[in-house]
């Protein structure tokens, strides 16, 4: 009987690795089929080779201008094939080389191939007549003009540093040939964009004196200078705000500096006075006294008149494109009624509404004069489709290739409802997950949400297994600028493995809980994060009058922090915190899959995911019921792709609750080199592992996609 149990479980287990690779492979066909078809124009009928791999890449979607998106384009005739001659000189001059040169393969319709040759010099002698199958570009970008001195005369020498980056880049280690590219065009924008800048901060009077660079036809080394006369800076020393010619107020404002970005808050004020009492066409005009020099510093006087024009009331509310989206849902608590003055910035609020219901690609405002004091509120919309498929890839160490899809239902029964379906599988885990939104479902910024989710997962020593359904609310707090999530859990839980020592949990259980999670966020770029703060945290209350049979407390914190010590090195910084506790005993109350499970990735990179926690006497990996993991990581900007780091990740933990907050502690010691892609950053890092257990790893090599915290 006992045999026939374990091959009825090896017989599953077979069957559900063969699942999982026949996923794999229809999602990594249909992944190829999807991508590959939308660039199956520039793949299978046009070549472009000696630009780079990601130059030829970049030429080739400069090609799509020429495009037409509503037909797939076979044959190519001589007009086409002088354009696209002309399209990619132009975007290789751009980045420096004047002169490229170009071999032309063109394969015709019955199978000959045509060369041609272009240098800038001739038009290329191409058959009027001719129609292309392919075409093979064979490009010679030739001599790359670049900056190899340049001198900014007229600041004063501890700003010099921080103005070079107006005309390349500076915030990496090494500055290549191809960062410093030069272009009498780039050279220009770079002079207009430094000024602009100086002028903003209060130099008023700064010009541009002489300007001259030389470049070595021989070589493409180029000399620039750029002589600056910065003046003194701006201070305003009196405020006076006019309506028309009536005066309404003056002060003193104590030397404030007369920067660009004072005297728009100070209009934007003003503005935003009059637009809530129904004047639209408000305008406000900064003007200034001469300047009276004292210490270095010129003296205003600032004066900012309003003109209101006339006051406004909304005649008309329309809304167009909209579909068969219910009309209540369009309007809900709009701000703005008819009849009332006009106030643009609630005009504003009502299409941010639109807009966040998430159904619309754009929302555009615009209003249409009935009268001098009566006018209509237009929002033009264009609804997203209904269907929108797509498509998820990731690579981690442990897990291997993650292939997926995403299906998004948009504007469900017409209510602005709409509906997630993810499908993720990878070599260790399969997962399933539904969710349902209902946006303003009791309130303007409250979404309802319900969610249903299946994930199998080969964990380091054992199998989890979790079937779970929850529904809540979310909500944005404006004030706190936090996001607020609360919901309740079902959740039925398996971790396969006979042999788990009793007291470190269940099994199997089932869980019903209610949830708060809070996060904030003002990091300033998701993907590649270099300054901005993150923070959050999680309670989960188990209650067994819900419909559970267990009875815990689980509360999980963190914080991560990214600051530029230089233009070019970053200090990223993360803390974590986890403990969970129970009512009554351990074996009868908590789940194995509640534990924590420190490693991997995005955790403590020496070691697999789910292996940097307790282990019993066997060594098994039994998770951990308080930890605390510490993250530092320094990042030093090679180029503007590749980055070199080192990192340190610590956690402390500890099987017992009772050893609070750890009683063992793990280091890994790393670096690595991270690649800039689309979709976040390839990390290839090794990690070393210090005050390691017998059983541990010395280390471990990890290649993995997206930022680690």
Same mark, same amino acid.
């Given at each position: 009987?006992?045999?026939?149990?374990?091959?009825?479980?090896?017989?599953?287990?077979?069957?559900?690795?063969?699942?999982?690779?026949?996923?794999?492979?229809?999602?990594?066909?249909?992944?190829?089929?999807?991508?590959?078809?939308?660039?199956?124009?520039?793949?299978?009928?046009?070549?472009?080779?000696?630009?780079?791999?990601?130059?030829?890449?970049?030429?080739?979607?400069?090609?799509?201008?020429?495009?037409?998106?509503?037909?797939?384009?076979?044959?190519?005739?001589?007009?086409? !094939?002088?354009?696209?001659?002309?399209?990619?000189?132009?975007?290789?001059?751009?980045?420096?080389?004047?002169?490229?040169?170009?071999?032309?393969?063109?394969?015709?319709?019955?199978?000959?191939?045509?060369?041609?040759?272009?240098?800038?010099?001739?038009?290329?002698?191409?058959?009027?007549?001719?129609?292309?199958?392919?075409?093979?570009?064979?490009?010679?970008?030739?001599?790359?003009?670049?900056?190899?001195?340049?001198?900014?005369?007229?600041?004063?020498?501890?700003?010099?540093?921080?103005?070079?980056?107006?005309?390349?880049?500076?915030?990496?280690?090494?500055?290549?040939? &191809?960062?410093?590219?030069?272009?009498?065009?780039?050279?220009?924008?770079?002079?207009?964009?430094?000024?602009?800048?100086?002028?903003?901060?209060?130099?008023?009077?700064?010009?541009?004196?002489?300007?001259?660079?030389?470049?070595?036809?021989?070589?493409?080394?180029?000399?620039?200078?750029?002589?600056?006369?910065?003046?003194?800076?701006?201070?305003?020393?009196?405020?006076?705000?006019?309506?028309?010619?009536?005066?309404?107020?003056?002060?003193?404002?104590?030397?404030?500096?007369?920067?660009?970005?004072?005297?728009?808050?100070?209009?934007?004020?003003?503005?935003?006075?009059?637009?809530?009492?129904?004047?639209?066409?408000?305008?406000?005009?900064?003007?200034?006294?001469?300047?009276?020099?004292?210490?270095?510093?010129?003296?205003?006087?600032?004066?900012?008149? !309003?003109?209101?024009?006339?006051?406004?009331?909304?005649?008309?509310?329309?809304?167009?494109?909209?579909?068969?989206?219910?009309?209540?849902?369009?309007?809900?608590?709009?701000?703005?009624?008819?009849?009332?003055?006009?106030?643009?910035?609630?005009?504003?609020?009502?299409?941010?509404?639109?807009?966040?219901?998430?159904?619309?690609?754009?929302?555009?405002?615009?209003?249409?004069?009935?009268?001098?004091?009566?006018?209509?509120?237009?929002?033009?919309? &264009?609804?997203?489709?209904?269907?929108?498929?797509?498509?998820?890839?990731?690579?981690?160490?442990?897990?291997?290739?993650?292939?997926?899809?995403?299906?998004?239902?948009?504007?469900?029964?017409?209510?602005?409802?709409?509906?997630?379906?993810?499908?993720?599988?990878?070599?260790?885990?399969?997962?399933?997950?539904?969710?349902?939104?209902?946006? $303003?479902?009791?309130?303007?910024?409250?979404?309802?949400?319900?969610?249903?989710?299946?994930?199998?997962?080969? $964990?380091?020593?054992?199998?989890?297994?979790?079937?779970?359904?929850?529904?809540?609310?979310?909500?944005?707090?404006?004030?706190?600028?936090?996001?607020?999530?609360?919901?309740?859990?079902?959740?039925?839980?398996?971790?396969?493995?006979?042999?788990?020592?009793?007291?470190?949990?269940?099994?199997?259980?089932?869980?019903?809980?209610?949830?708060?999670?809070?996060?904030?966020?003002?990091?300033?770029?998701?993907?590649?994060?270099?300054?901005?703060?993150?923070?959050?945290?999680?309670?989960?209350?188990?209650?067994?009058?819900?419909?559970?049979?267990?009875?815990?407390?689980?509360?999980?914190?963190?914080?991560?922090?990214?600051?530029? !010590?230089?233009?070019?090195?970053?200090?990223?910084?993360?803390?974590?915190?986890?403990?969970?506790?129970?009512?009554?005993?351990?074996?009868?109350?908590?789940?194995?899959?509640?534990?924590?499970?420190?490693?991997?990735?995005?955790?403590?990179?020496?070691?697999?995911?789910?292996?940097?926690?307790?282990?019993?006497?066997?060594?098994?990996?039994?998770?951990?019921?308080?930890?605390?993991?510490?993250?530092?990581?320094?990042?030093?900007?090679?180029?503007?792709?590749?980055?070199?780091?080192?990192?340190?990740?610590?956690?402390?933990?500890?099987?017992?609750?009772?050893?609070?907050?750890?009683?063992?502690?793990?280091?890994?010691?790393?670096?690595?080199?991270?690649?800039?892609?689309?979709?976040?950053?390839?990390?290839?890092?090794?990690?070393?592992?210090?005050?390691?257990?017998?059983?541990?790893?010395?280390?471990?090599?990890?290649?993995?996609?997206?930022?680690?915290?």
């Amino acid at each position: 009987m006992e045999d026939l149990q374990q091959m009825r479980q090896s017989w599953h287990t077979e069957l559900f690795k063969g699942f999982k690779i026949l996923s794999l492979y229809i999602l990594a066909v249909g992944f190829i089929s999807l991508t590959g078809s939308a660039s199956v124009f520039t793949s299978q009928h046009i070549s472009i080779r000696g630009y780079g791999f990601w130059g030829n890449l970049s030429l080739h979607k400069d090609l799509k201008i020429l495009d037409n998106p509503n037909q797939k384009r076979t044959l190519f005739d001589a007009n086409y !094939i002088e354009d696209a001659i002309w399209v990619l000189d132009g975007s290789i001059q751009a980045k420096g080389y004047p002169h490229p040169t170009f071999e032309i393969e063109v394969t015709t319709t019955s199978g000959e191939k045509k060369h041609y040759t272009w240098d800038k010099t001739f038009t290329p002698d191409i058959d009027p007549h001719i129609l292309a199958t392919h075409i093979n570009f064979q490009i010679n970008p030739g001599i790359l003009n670049h900056y190899t001195s340049l001198t900014i005369t007229g600041i004063p020498d501890e700003k010099m540093d921080k103005l070079v980056h107006y005309f390349y880049p500076t915030n990496v280690l090494v500055v290549t040939k &191809e960062d410093k590219y030069f272009t009498p065009a780039r050279f220009e924008q770079s002079i207009e964009s430094l000024l602009r800048d100086i002028k903003h901060n209060g130099y008023w009077d700064a010009r541009l004196i002489d300007k001259e660079h030389h470049t070595d036809s021989a070589t493409g080394a180029t000399t620039a200078s750029v002589h600056i006369s910065r003046g003194p800076r701006y201070f305003v020393d009196q405020l006076t705000i006019k309506r028309n010619d009536e005066t309404l107020s003056e002060e003193s404002v104590n030397d404030e500096p007369y920067t660009h970005a004072w005297r728009y808050k100070q209009m934007k004020k003003l503005r935003n006075e009059y637009y809530a009492e129904g004047y639209p066409d408000v305008e406000v005009k900064t003007t200034n006294t001469p300047p009276k020099y004292k210490d270095e510093k010129a003296l205003v006087n600032i004066t900012n008149t !309003i003109t209101p024009g006339p006051q406004v009331t909304v005649h008309n509310i329309e809304y167009q494109g909209m579909g068969k989206t219910d009309k209540k849902i369009v309007k809900g608590n709009t701000p703005l009624e008819e009849g009332e003055l006009l106030d643009i910035q609630k005009a504003e609020a009502q299409r941010d509404r639109l807009l966040g219901l998430n159904i619309f690609k754009n929302v555009d405002l615009d209003y249409n004069k009935v009268s001098e004091h009566e006018w209509d509120v237009l929002y033009i919309a &264009e609804l997203k489709q209904s269907l929108i498929l797509s498509l998820i890839m990731g690579y981690g160490s442990y897990e291997l290739l993650r292939l997926g899809f995403e299906l998004r239902h948009n504007n469900i029964f017409g209510r602005a409802h709409y509906s997630k379906l993810k499908f993720i599988q990878s070599f260790k885990s399969t997962e399933v997950d539904y969710r349902y939104n209902i946006p $303003e479902f009791l309130g303007k910024d409250i979404t309802g949400f319900g969610n249903a989710n299946f994930l199998t997962r080969e $964990e380091i020593s054992y199998t989890r297994q979790e079937l779970s359904a929850s529904a809540g609310v979310n909500k944005y707090l404006k004030r706190y600028k936090t996001y607020a999530t609360f919901q309740y859990n079902y959740e039925q839980l398996k971790a396969l493995k006979e042999d788990f020592p009793r007291d470190v949990g269940l099994n199997n259980a089932n869980v019903s809980s209610l949830q708060l999670d809070l996060r904030r966020s003002t990091i300033d770029n998701p993907l590649f994060p270099e300054r901005g703060y993150r923070i959050y945290g999680s309670t989960e209350i188990a209650i067994p009058h819900l419909g559970g049979n267990v009875d815990f407390e689980r509360f999980e914190l963190g914080a991560a922090y990214h600051h530029p !010590i230089t233009s070019a090195f970053i200090g990223h910084y993360a803390l974590r915190h986890g403990f969970v506790t129970t009512v009554g005993s351990v074996p009868n109350n908590l789940p194995i899959n509640k534990r924590f499970y420190p490693g991997g990735d995005t955790t403590v990179r020496g070691y697999r995911q789910g292996q940097a926690d307790p282990q019993d006497d066997k060594g098994n990996n039994i998770g951990a019921e308080t930890y605390v993991l510490l993250n530092i990581e320094f990042e030093e900007r090679l180029s503007q792709k590749l980055s070199f780091v080192v990192f340190l990740d610590a956690v402390g933990f500890a099987r017992s609750i009772h050893d609070y907050p750890f009683n063992q502690e793990l280091y890994s010691l790393g670096l690595g080199l991270n690649y800039r892609t689309p979709v976040g950053p390839l990390r290839l890092e090794y990690a070393h592992n210090i005050h390691r257990r017998p059983d541990d790893p010395s280390g471990r090599l990890l290649l993995a996609l997206g930022f680690p915290f």
